[in-house]
Each structure stands twice: as C-alpha cells, then as structure tokens.
C-alpha cells in the first residue's frame, strides 16, 4: 500500500521554526493523526524526545543541503503532541488496590469479575462463590448485602491476584 506521505520511516527532517533541531521519521502520517507525522529527534533542544509533528512544520535535510539557509519567519506555533511511551504503564500497588475496593463499590464488582477470569490463582474454596458473583453481576445486578460484603473481602483476601493482573502480570 502506497502512502501520500511527503516523508517515509528513517527518513533525516528538520523543523522549519528551529534547523538545529534533527530527527528521524518513525511513523509517516497514515493513522489517527494524518497530517502529523512522529519523529524522534536525534539533535537540537528536543534530543531524545518523540512528538507527532504536523507535516508542514518539517522539511527534509535533503532538500536544505544545496540551499542555503534563509531565515523563516515564525507562523503560527506548531501543535506538537508528546508520545507516550509503552513503558510509561501506570504500575498498581496493593495498597491503591485495597484502598479502591474499600471505597468503590463498582471496584469490588470489576474485582470480582477479574478474580473470575484468574480463578486458576485464588483457593479453591473461593472458586464457586466467586463463580456465583461473577454470573450474577454479568447478568446485569449489583451485589448488595452479605453477598456484597463476602465479595469485598474475598477481593481484599486475593489482593495479589488483582495487583497482578492490574499490572499486566498474568
């Protein structure tokens, strides 16, 4: 698939309001963001950083090695939108975790339903109720009185399985 792009991945850009400031192409503007183009920057005040640029603010270092540099004047300010990265994941404590089932309780239910989908990590003799929750609130009900209060603690007993699977551990 052929892409209308004016740059391709690996390509050397420079940003038009700032030439000291050198990057690689990483993605061309094919996606969510078409017009913007992600660049990681490899020289200048944004070194080591990764921004989704839009297409206009950037000209190819190839085409300004035969030119010589002329000042541009500045325009309008450029929307540079930062990347997050993959290993910027929130990490889950087990205190957040008891905290959030102690006070929310939609978490509970959620808490439920994930001990449900792990039951191979919690007691055996926990299985059947959580089991039983768990259909109970896909049915589209909320839990409330004692089974409310089993469910609760039944999540804070098992903590650890929800810390891990909040985490992406299992």
């Not at 038009?16 to 990483?26: H, K, L, N, W």
């Not at 920057?41 to 080591?48: E, L, Q, V």
């Not at 929130?90 to 959620?110: F, G, H, L, T």
């Amino acid at each position: 698939m052929e892409s209308d792009s004016m740059f391709n991945v690996g390509d050397l850009v420079k940003l038009v309001r700032d030439p000291s400031s050198i990057g690689i192409v990483v993605t061309d503007s094919i996606g969510v963001y078409q017009g913007f183009t992600l660049v990681k920057f490899i020289a200048g005040p944004d070194a080591d950083k990764t921004y989704q640029i839009n297409n206009i603010e950037l000209i190819g270092v190839d085409d300004v090695i035969d030119e010589k540099e002329e000042e541009v004047p500045v325009s309008a300010p450029v929307e540079e939108k930062p990347v997050a990265k993959a290993t910027s994941k929130k990490k889950w404590s087990k205190v957040q975790i008891v905290a959030m089932i102690k006070e929310n309780p939609a978490a509970v239910e959620r808490g439920i339903l994930c001990l449900n989908k792990h039951h191979k990590l919690i007691p055996e003799k926990s299985r059947s109720y959580v089991s039983y929750w768990a259909s109970y609130i896909a049915s589209g009900k909320k839990l409330s009185g004692r089974h409310f209060y089993n469910a609760r603690r039944t999540c804070f007993f098992n903590a650890k399985v929800l810390v891990d699977a909040a985490n992406g551990v299992v």
